[in-house]
C-alpha cells in the first residue's frame, strides 16, 4: 500500500525510535523524524492512561516547535504489571528485576499517541492497550537477554520483535501496539485530519 501525503503539509514523527519508524514506513506513509526533548516522569496520581496520553502530547507539540511541517506525531509506549508502570531499564539489575516479574505473568502494553496540526491548532490522540502473556523464564534466558544488550531502550525491558519473541505465548490485542505504535489507529486517525489520502 502507498500512502500519498496531501499538500501543503509535511508529516513529522516526534520519536527517534527505529521501530516506530519502521512501522510508519511500513504503511507507506511519507514523513520525516524530528526527535523531541521530554522528559519521561511520571506525574503524581497519574493514571498509565494519562501518563501515555500526556507524554505523546508533549513529545507531539515540543516538536512542533521547533520543526517545520503540519502534522506531528507523538507517542509513548509502557508496560504495566501488577499495578507498575515499566518504562525502560536503568541498568542491568532494573532489567532484570522488570523481567522476572513478566516471567509467568501478564502485562498490559499501553501506548498513547497524539497527531498535533499546526495549522489547524488541533489534536486527536489515543491510548491503545494490549495484553501480553510471557512465559516462565529461567535466569539463564533472562542473564543472555540482557548481555544482548536489547532491554536497555525498551519499555519492560524487552521486544517482541526481537530476541524477546520467544518468550511471549499469546497477545490479546494490537502487536504494532507493543512494538510501538498502534498503526491501525495511527493511519486511521491521519486520513481523518486530512494528513493522508
Known amino acids: 500500500m502507498n500512502v500519498r501525503t496531501n499538500d501543503p503539509g509535511r508529516i513529522i514523527l516526534a520519536s527517534a525510535s527505529p521501530r516506530r519508524i519502521e512501522l510508519l514506513e511500513s504503511a507507506g506513509i511519507n514523513f520525516d523524524t524530528v526527535a523531541g526533548?521530554?522528559?519521561?516522569?511520571c506525574l503524581p496520581d497519574e493514571t498509565p492512561e494519562q501518563h501515555v496520553l500526556r507524554l505523546a502530547?508533549?513529545?507531539?507539540?515540543?516538536?512542533?516547535?521547533?520543526?517545520?511541517?503540519r502534522y506531528f506525531i507523538g507517542a509513548d509506549t509502557i508496560v504495566l504489571c501488577d499495578g507498575e508502570i515499566m518504562g525502560k531499564p536503568h541498568d542491568p539489575d532494573d532489567a532484570e528485576r522488570m523481567l522476572l516479574k513478566l516471567s509467568g505473568n501478564s502485562h498490559e502494553v499501553i501506548t498513547g499517541f497524539n497527531i498535533y496540526?499546526?495549522?489547524r491548532v488541533e489534536a486527536v490522540g489515543a491510548a491503545i492497550r494490549t495484553l501480553v502473556f510471557f512465559k516462565p523464564l529461567c535466569r539463564e534466558e533472562i542473564s543472555a537477554?540482557?548481555?544482548s544488550g536489547c532491554p536497555f531502550d525498551k519499555a519492560g525491558a524487552y521486544a517482541i520483535q526481537g530476541g524477546a519473541a520467544y518468550m511471549i505465548r499469546k497477545i490479546e490485542g494490537s502487536y504494532t501496539n507493543v512494538v510501538?505504535?498502534?498503526?491501525c489507529e495511527v493511519v486511521e486517525a491521519l486520513r481523518e485530519m486530512g494528513a493522508i489520502a
Do not use: C, H, M, T
Request: cysteine-free; glycine content about 10%; overall charge negative.
Open 117 to 119: 496540526d499546526k495549522i
Open 37 to 41: 526533548d521530554v522528559e519521561e516522569i
Open 180 to 183: 510501538g505504535l498502534p498503526l
Open 57 to 69: 502530547r508533549e513529545k507531539a507539540f515540543n516538536v512542533a516547535g521547533k520543526a517545520e511541517g
Open 145 to 147: 537477554y540482557i548481555a
